[in-house]
């Protein structure tokens, strides 16, 4: 999907210089002999100009006004001829006064008014004046109707205006009549001609009001009350400062990420269809055929579906470049629309019939009417793929059947439906699909499973796991008689309930078992590669490697254009080996399926396979490859346009990039990535959730982490249902609740959640992430402890392959030892840096490099030593909790000894508190108590003494 966002301005004063227009007109003052009002579409360019004309006519000035149209609609000077139409009606004896007779025809020709012979209901003559004449002429008329105060010529859409406008525009600007005179002009300027450009940009006393951007509270004030606060904050993001197109995007049904309720067909974009006032039927033709092919085309891929000739399409095409429709994009000799709106308008102009043959042609196998005036020759067959040229077997393999045929005109909707699901395209396949929902009576039941399929693969594209498997669970008791319709519906539902984090329904349904015995080897395979990713999922390791070796044998088996139908296979079984800890071999089947989608244009599934192998590099310590793959997964999610999938590839990227030291680029994934999941109550959110509280501990993003937990997420977990994960949502939480909030309890509840998945999972990695959740939870109320649970996990990750958890568990252990003994947490903290080096993951080093600051340079023996052995004495005592009367009870010391002891203690120590004492010496005697050979036992309870 195209960026929604508002073409980038420079920050300006512009809208701040609007609040001093009133001084333009002062009549004691020097007005501008020019105003510009130059900007983009919909930036409020026409109600900055009402704005001024409504001033100057408060002001006593006299105003000509008017707005161009398509040059193809109107006559020369017309533009002028309807500007001082108004002021002509009452003045024109006053004009026909001061004008000199050699000056009258040649104004007659465009003003009526002005031509005697002329009758009241005469439109100006087709000829312009000559030029020569003209621009004279014009100058005597504003001295005529100028008035005391002056004349203000007030001109909106100028970039639309005929060549002899322009020319007449000219010689006014370039040699202005001996009158009061100010010209403005709104133009946006992308659409301009160079000779606007160039005599605005020379004028004399000319003023130029820039629209910037509005402040986000100034914006916010043009959406409705009662906004909901996610979308708010989506509509203000896209509208980056532009308020018409807030309004417009505001205005857009919900499917567009707007307001307004969902309509079918172009009702909801009639208000656009002005953007499109001076195209032609070719540039209609191919506009509406450049919104079937989907984001970004070729001149050739347009040219294949419309039939125009060459010459006409380059026409076609550079006038919808013109007006600013189509614009140039990535890559080269792509071009792609100004605004999804508009191609959404552009799109819906169009019958559902065209369309869906539309598509059809997209894939070079049929030819089609026209849905203009114009007629067209069969189209050429591609030799290359386009965004919505899927594989042939997506669609109708009766080229020239007859859409009237009720059974053929469904297959052709759910063909045309799963070639854009497949094209990375699901609100426009819903559209298509959507229609699918009441079949005929004779539309087999197969046909029917097929199209819930990829309806509720749309769905899930988008994020709508609860509406795809509602959608399923319906339809399912209408298929049940047919195996194989209900093993697809079966299939589909485990495969939106693994997407999604929920329990699949029903445990492993009969209807998935039947399709493991299925003839067609592929299709056997995606049945195993779904049952395997259930049990990977579910903790059943052993069952889920079985199941995944006959799979990988499989697909190892066949060459890359045999999985182009079936690459679901490769993605499931990827994902399972990644939960399995077969990172490399994850890795290995994540880059074919990129690779094979990428090649195929399988836009639906680039975004997963990417995320996927972000994930695995990352946890093979390959940094740089994981931040690319995450761009890569950024990207692709962003023409597809769903919540979940940019959320998903937001928290990778945000945590690959802290990683890598760029805490900026981190702060701003995670908080847009958070902001996508802000309002879903899905358990696909909380996952993402739970990914970017991690990231907020390195970050130090305090908010966002109180956002997240104010989510409800740290409660939801308790029955997060993805065993094979949960080791790693326990350690964060661990961590969460140990060293930010201070729960040991709740620490420790999450620790024994991490080892009882971990006994389920038996692996090693998340055995050492259960070790580390451990560490985590004694981390504050027994370091030593802590250091040895967090050294148990260096081993256990080392043999799991996990760098960078390695590099976690150290520096756990050296933060445990920090206040112990500094030279066993520096020796750590040295073993952490020889792992980083060389994998750019400069955010760990930092890490590193701010523990070892804040370590003490001296341990605790060292520190010990300076006490004298009497001070010793006491500072063990005083780290297992003596008051001051009981430690001179058991030394048999006056009560004013022990406060001179603990004086020196405190200075030699440099410490101001006996809980700062306990913490940096008593622990270390305690773990030193063989020094110690005559240390009293604590006294009991009942002879302690408050």
Request: proline share 6%.
């Amino acid at each position: 999907m195209e960026d929604d966002r508002a073409p980038a301005r420079p920050a300006s004063a512009g809208r701040s210089a609007t609040a001093d227009t009133a001084s333009l007109f002062d009549p004691h003052g020097g007005a501008p002999a020019l105003v510009e009002i130059p900007g983009d579409p919909w930036t409020g360019k026409t109600r900055t100009l009402h704005r001024l004309v409504e001033d100057a006519r408060r002001r006593g000035w006299s105003v000509a006004h008017a707005a161009a149209g398509p040059p193809s609609t109107t006559a020369p000077l017309q533009l002028f001829s309807d500007a001082f139409e108004e002021i002509l009606a009452e003045r024109c004896e006053t004009v026909l006064r001061h004008v000199p007779v050699a000056y009258r025809r040649a104004l007659g020709r465009v003003f009526p008014a002005l031509d005697p012979s002329a009758g009241p209901d005469t439109a100006p003559a087709g000829g312009a004046a000559p030029a020569g004449l003209m621009v004279p002429a014009m100058r005597q008329l504003i001295r005529a109707v100028a008035g005391p105060c002056g004349l203000v010529i007030a001109l909106d859409d100028v970039h639309w205006a005929d060549p002899a406008s322009y020319e007449l525009l000219e010689g006014l600007v370039r040699r202005p009549p001996d009158a009061r005179l100010t010209i403005v002009i709104a133009h946006r300027d992308r659409q301009s001609p160079l000779r606007l450009r160039g005599l605005l940009a020379s004028a004399a006393r000319a003023r130029r009001i820039e629209l910037g951007p509005l402040p986000e509270r100034e914006l916010a004030a043009f959406l409705p009350d009662g906004t909901p606060r996610p979308l708010r904050r989506s509509l203000l993001d896209r509208a980056d400062g532009n308020p018409g197109l807030l309004l417009a995007l505001a205005a857009s049904p919900r499917a567009h990420g707007g307001t307004a309720p969902d309509a079918p067909g172009l009702a909801p974009f009639t208000r656009f269809l002005d953007e499109f006032r001076a195209v032609s039927d070719d540039g209609w033709l191919a506009a509406q055929f450049a919104a079937v092919l989907g984001d970004a085309f070729t001149l050739q891929e347009v040219r294949s579906v419309t039939g125009l000739p060459d010459e006409r399409l380059a026409a076609a095409v550079a006038e919808l470049l013109r007006e600013d429709i189509l614009r140039p994009a990535e890559p080269a000799a792509h071009y792609r629309f100004r605004h999804s709106l508009l191609r959404a308008t552009a799109y819906h102009t169009t019958g559902e019939r065209w369309r869906l043959a539309a598509h059809t042609a997209a894939a070079g196998l049929i030819g089609l009417p026209s849905p203009c005036v114009h007629t067209q020759g069969r189209p050429v067959p591609h030799g290359t793929p386009a965004a919505d040229r899927v594989r042939s077997g997506l669609l109708p393999r009766d080229a020239f059947c007859d859409l009237g045929d009720a059974i053929l005109l469904y297959e052709q909707r759910v063909r045309t439906g799963k070639a854009l699901v497949v094209a990375g395209r699901p609100g426009e396949a819903l559209d298509v699909l959507d229609r699918t929902s009441s079949p005929g009576a004779g539309v087999p039941l197969v046909l029917r499973a097929e199209a819930a399929d990829w309806r509720a693969r749309a769905q899930r594209l988008l994020g709508r796991y609860s509406l795809a498997e509602s959608l399923l669970e319906a339809v399912r008791p209408e298929v049940a008689g047919e195996p194989e319709a209900l093993a697809l519906i079966d299939l589909a539902r485990l495969a939106a309930a693994l997407e999604r984090g929920s329990p699949p329904p029903g445990g492993e349904p009969t209807a998935v078992r039947w399709a493991t015995g299925l003839p067609d080897p592929l299709a056997r395979g995606y049945a195993w590669a779904l049952l395997g990713a259930q049990d990977a999922d579910e903790g059943r390791t052993a069952q889920a490697a079985v199941r995944h070796a006959q799979v990988a044998d499989l697909v190892d088996g066949v060459d890359d254009t045999a999985l182009v139908g079936r690459l679901d296979i490769v993605y499931w079984l990827a994902r399972s080996l990644a939960r399995l800890e077969r990172d490399a071999e994850a890795a290995r089947h994540f880059e074919r399926g990129l690779g094979i989608a990428a090649a195929h244009e399988l836009d639906y599934l680039v975004p997963r396979f990417a995320t996927g192998l972000a994930e695995v590099r990352l946890r093979l310590g390959r940094v740089d490859l994981a931040i690319e793959a995450s761009h890569r997964a950024m990207r692709a999610a962003a023409r597809i346009g769903g919540d979940c999938l940019l959320a998903e590839a937001g928290a990778g990227l945000a945590r690959a990039a802290w990683i890598s030291g760029d805490r900026t680029a981190a702060l701003r994934a995670a908080r847009e990535a958070a902001q996508r999941v802000e309002a879903w109550r899905e358990p696909w959110a909380d996952r993402i959730r739970l990914s970017l509280l991690e990231t907020t501990f390195d970050t130090g993003d305090q908010e966002l982490c109180r956002e997240l937990v104010a989510a409800g997420t740290v409660r939801r977990a308790a029955s997060f249902p993805v065993v094979s994960q949960l080791p790693a949502v326990a350690e964060v939480l661990a961590r969460l609740e140990g060293e930010r909030r201070g729960s040991a309890t709740e620490a420790g509840r999450w620790a024994t959640a991490a080892e009882e998945a971990a006994g389920r999972l038996q692996l090693p990695g998340a055995t050492g992430l259960a070790l580390l959740a451990r560490a985590h939870h004694h981390r504050v109320t027994d370091p030593l402890r802590a250091a040895v649970f967090a050294s148990s996990a260096v081993v256990t990750l080392t043999r799991a392959g996990r760098p960078l958890d390695v590099v976690r568990a150290h520096l756990a252990v050296a933060a445990a030892w920090a206040g112990i003994d500094s030279s066993i947490a520096r020796s750590q903290l040295d073993e952490a840096r020889v792992l980083l080096r060389g994998r750019g993951a400069h955010g760990y080093l930092e890490h590193a490099a701010d523990l070892a600051s804040s370590t003490p340079q001296h341990s605790a023996d060292a520190r010990l030593a300076r006490l004298s052995s009497r001070e010793q004495e006491i500072s063990v005592l005083v780290s297992d909790g003596y008051t001051n009367q009981q430690i001179a009870r058991a030394l048999k010391l006056s009560h004013k000894t022990v406060e001179t002891h603990l004086g020196r203690i405190f200075k030699k120590l440099d410490v101001g508190s006996r809980a700062q004492v306990a913490t940096s010496i008593g622990r270390a005697a305690r773990f030193t108590d063989a020094r110690f050979t005559g240390r009293r036992a604590p006294l009991a309870a009942s002879d302690q003494i408050a």
